[in-house]
């Protein structure tokens, strides 16, 4: 498994499409003259008079308050090193789309060809009537202190150098915690901090201000210690200056409670932590590779509390936990810096979350029981949904607090609402999933190997992680069609089931298919002849436990691919119609749509059962379903048999889950405009809820009604998702796009992982070809 991104994979990322990764959307409406004359001339003159009668009424009739500028001039990227403004764009890009999605904050990014701080100042200064807030990012030291500095004296917005605040705010965070299990103090723990760059150097007085003695503290960089005997140090260095004798890394660890590591990989020995105290806390955060690696460090020490920069292990120390809700907060109070006030509040609020009890979102996540406050959990995970909510608050109190708030905020309750308002607590969905199918890969078949789209969604599959992929078809031209197209494929298993070599297995398969189906108009020659057929062969490997998922469909008519998942796999017990839903990942978060593919004109009976089906499918994703039933009609304003179809399958629901939250017949635009809802239907279920499930009459409107919402609505499609069968077959629509299989992809083993603890089957082990690279 190549761990790394494919270079092709990242370039074509960036590349595919609308170049880059952000665009500007206009915020009202601009389709007609009258809104152009509102937008610009002349109805903007009457905002431009406001703004210059009053300054600060530029928050109420601009983006201002809802924009950060990431800027940056390229001389410290990632660690790449000083590679020039237009290399480093990518990053700043990459930071943009992190604000918006964890924080939804607005970001324009800037590269700026200067290299002097001094007039590197003078321009980012000039930018202050743009801008709510300025987030330095990847200027090489010592002139990003100079700059910060001189930035944070001059303007009057919220200024932060990233890559020295972040780490520190968050390792601050895992530390308190640390000490806490540890049973130490942190005035008198002994540190050693390998590393003095920007990072380093903030680390260092972020931990000063939460109690930390310099006295105890032993500073190392490249040349070693930082040492009164020494003549090579710069202003910044000498802060740190130890006296006495001049030790080596090895000697100073001896004893040490805390090895803080912002230096390079592989640095620290197993001897050397077992040298360090009782209890030690090791955070090696070097990227991509630590200063010692997690497994080495518990191998030394049992009682060893243990963080890295890595998401593959506990603990990690990551700056999305902090800047995305560092300058909400700071925004949303129109604060006029970022003060030592407001850094300590993010610090005891990440610390205090990971004492809360987590969600389930979370666990399911990370793929855990049931994560707990503890040695392998300090610190937040980055998708614990609670950050924005938490951190935000913290922050935007403490800037009114320390007097550096131009806003009051005095309903917390009301804001913290607002904040979850903002992203929508189920948006973070398929980063969830995601991260819950690495946690269990399964077998997962791809039945149309033969195609491009597939071969490259089945690299991505195994690449990411999210399955084991196999592959049917012909060895051959598939093995071509990959080489061609740059498509890595070495490792994984190609089945061709119409090669003699499979003769066996055919048979096999033949066997079983004959027992279900000679009966059914099919004889034994005939059974045996369609296992050359791949998606009888690929649902036949799921049947028999040879796969755990298929998905298939690519090229072939819809109806066709289902057959042979009913034939073979059959339907969960009490079923009696299989269902297709979609899930649209929309702005509002998880939309999921049912039935839009399988049922033509369903009783009300039959629509209940569809219904119940999604209702289970929702829950499965840890989503409380909450449901419309959409017909023309609303809460009987027609009489028609058709929408009293719809009104009869809601009642029949409701007798058999009285639980669930569900309503109708009604029509869309009630569904979700609350205001009406409460306005001329306060009886319904549905007011103060967030309808996240909509059940159609039938399958022209399911169908018409999903496509138009991804094609115009321009959301996000994953399915469509078969419900009710006994195990994980899916099947594509013509013509999928790489990104719609590869979430199918990742939807059929999450199914698998369900469907497998259901039926108390043992996970699948990893085979033999699935390599750890």
Not at 270 to 285: D, G
Not at 576 to 588: C, H, P
Not at 756 to 766: F, H, V
């Amino acid at each position: 498994m190549k761990k790394e991104l494919r270079k092709e994979s990242a370039l074509e990322y960036h590349a595919k499409g609308r170049p880059g990764k952000i665009e500007v959307i206009p915020t009202k409406e601009a389709k007609t003259q009258r809104d152009l004359s509102l937008a610009y001339s002349p109805g903007v003159a009457e905002p431009c008079l406001e703004i210059h009668a009053n300054p600060e009424s530029v928050y109420k009739y601009t983006a201002k308050g809802n924009l950060v500028a990431v800027i940056s001039n390229g001389t410290a990227v990632l660690g790449l090193g000083d590679i020039g403004p237009e290399a480093g764009k990518p990053v700043m890009e990459g930071k943009g789309v992190l604000f918006k999605i964890f924080a939804d904050i607005d970001v324009f990014d800037i590269e700026i060809n200067e290299k002097d701080p001094e007039k590197f100042v003078q321009i980012v200064k000039a930018l202050e009537p743009t801008f709510g807030g300025i987030n330095l990012e990847d200027i090489k030291a010592p002139e990003c202190f100079y700059i910060e500095q001189e930035l944070k004296k001059q303007m009057k917005i919220p200024v932060m150098h990233d890559d020295q605040h972040g780490t520190a705010i968050i390792s601050a965070a895992a530390l308190l915690n640390a000490l806490e299990l540890q049973k130490k103090k942190i005035e008198k723990a002994k540190f050693v901090v390998n590393g003095a760059g920007a990072a380093a150097i903030a680390c260092i007085k972020l931990y000063e201000a939460l109690g930390a003695v310099r006295e105890n503290i032993l500073v190392f960089d490249s040349k070693g210690l930082i040492h009164e005997s020494r003549t090579d140090l710069d202003v910044l260095k000498k802060e740190f200056i130890s006296k006495g004798k001049n030790l080596t890394l090895e000697q100073s660890l001896e004893g040490c409670d805390v090895f803080i590591g912002l230096s390079k990989g592989n640095v620290l020995s197993q001897e050397m932590v077992k040298s360090m105290a009782k209890n030690p806390i090791v955070l090696a955060m070097a990227n991509p590779d630590p200063e010692i690696t997690y497994e080495n460090a518990v191998a030394a020490r049992k009682d060893v509390i243990m963080g890295t920069g890595r998401s593959d292990y506990p603990n990690q120390v990551n700056n999305v936990l902090g800047f995305p809700f560092i300058f909400r907060g700071a925004l949303d109070v129109r604060a006029t810096q970022i003060n030592e006030a407001m850094k300590l509040a993010a610090v005891k609020a990440l610390a205090e979350l990971a004492k809360s009890p987590v969600p389930d979102i979370v666990n399911i996540a990370y793929n855990e029981k049931n994560l707990s406050f503890g040695p392998a959990y300090i610190i937040p995970k980055p998708l614990d949904p609670r950050l924005l909510s938490t951190v935000a608050p913290a922050v935007a109190k403490a800037a009114i607090e320390s007097g550096v708030a131009q806003k009051m905020i005095t309903n917390w309750e009301t804001y913290a609402i607002e904040l979850d308002k903002r992203l929508g607590l189920d948006n973070q969905l398929m980063r969830v999933l995601g991260a819950k199918a690495r946690r269990n890969p399964k077998r997962l078949v791809f039945a149309e190997a033969d195609n491009i789209k597939i071969l490259k969604s089945a690299q991505i599959a195994y690449d990411e992680r999210i399955a084991y992929p196999i592959l049917l078809g012909d060895e051959k031209a598939i093995r071509q069609m990959a080489l061609d197209n740059s498509i890595d494929i070495d490792d994984m298993p190609i089945i061709d089931p119409r090669n003699d070599e499979y003769e066996e297995k055919r048979k096999q398969y033949g066997e079983l298919f004959f027992k279900k189906r000679q009966r059914k108009g099919v004889n034994q020659y005939e059974a045996t002849k369609m296992m050359k057929d791949r998606t009888y062969f690929g649902c036949m490997m799921v049947e028999n436990g040879d796969a755990d998922a298929v998905i298939s469909g690519l090229t072939r008519n819809y109806a066709d691919a289902i057959r042979p998942a009913l034939q073979v796999i059959g339907m969960e017990e009490g079923v009696k119609k299989i269902a297709g839903m979609y899930m649209l990942l929309t702005k509002r978060g998880p939309l999921f749509l049912a039935d839009t593919t399988v049922n033509l004109n369903p009783t009300a009976e039959e629509l209940a059962d569809i219904t119940l089906l999604a209702a289970k499918e929702v829950r499965s994703f840890n989503l409380m379903p909450r449901i419309a039933m959409l017909s023309y009609s609303n809460f009987g304003s027609s009489d028609t048999p058709e929408a009293r179809l719809v009104a009869q399958a809601k009642d029949i629901v409701k007798q058999k889950d009285p639980t669930i939250i569900i309503d109708g017949e009604m029509q869309p635009n009630i569904a979700f405009n609350q205001e009406i809802l409460r306005d001329n239907y306060p009886f319904s279920e549905l007011v103060d809820q967030e309808v996240n499930t909509l059940i159609f009459p039938n399958l022209a409107a399911g169908n018409i009604a999903y496509n138009l919402m991804k094609e115009i609505g321009g959301a996000d499609a994953v399915g469509p998702i078969l419900l009710g069968l006994k195990k994980p077959v899916h099947v594509l629509q013509l013509g999928s796009s790489v990104r719609s299989i590869t979430n199918m992809a990742l939807i059929a083993v999450i199914d698998a992982q369900l469907k497998c603890e259901n039926s108390n089957q043992e996970s699948a082990k990893k085979p033999a070809w699935w390599k750890k690279k």
